[in-house]
């Protein structure tokens, strides 16, 4: 995966945690190669998701009582609306021993920014491991 210490589309940044560009983020999850945790809470993963295979959404809300769901056999990008909580959940995630793991550099709003997929027609989700 292809990440920077440095994030390029946002201003916040935690020291330790690696970021990854929305174009780099759409080959991995093309190629099969990393999965993408959505934190956002359901409200706003109601209204807008990425429609790609191996997106799981887990609410930060509910992060830590998901952490045994969390593949481990993949890198992990760790997507929010503007890269601020995925930055924190990412380094959460390093701390508890998902060392591959990168924020998603923007959110939500840099992979629109960059014309990425997303669909506006979720249906509703329970907060559990949904994968689409």
């Known amino acids: 995966m292809i990440t920077t210490k440095i994030p390029v589309f946002q201003a916040f940044h ?9 174009k780099n983020a759409l080959t991995e999850l093309q190629n099969a190669t990393a999965i993408v945790i959505d934190v956002r809470e359901e409200i706003e993963y109601n209204l ?7 997106v799981f959404y887990y609410p930060m809300s509910g992060i830590m009582s ?4 969390i593949p481990t056999d993949k890198p992990i990008i760790v997507i929010c609306n503007a890269g601020v909580r995925s930055s924190k959940v990412v380094n959460l995630l390093n701390s508890k021993g998902f060392p591959e793991s990168a924020n998603l550099d923007g959110g939500i ?7 990425l997929p997303t669909s506006t027609e ?7 491991s949904s994968s689409r």
Do not use: F, M, Y
């Not at 935690?14 to 929305?22: E, K, N, S």
């Not at 998901?66 to 769901?69: A, D, E, F, R, T």
């Not at 979720?122 to 559990?128: P, Q, T, V």
């Open 122 to 128: 979720s249906s509703s989700c329970c907060g559990c």
């Open 14 to 22: 935690i020291d330790g945690v690696q970021h990854i560009t929305p």
């Open 109 to 115: 709003i840099g992979w629109k920014a960059q014309g």
């Open 66 to 69: 998901q952490l045994q769901n």
């Open 48 to 54: 807008e998701s990425i429609p790609l295979s191996d």
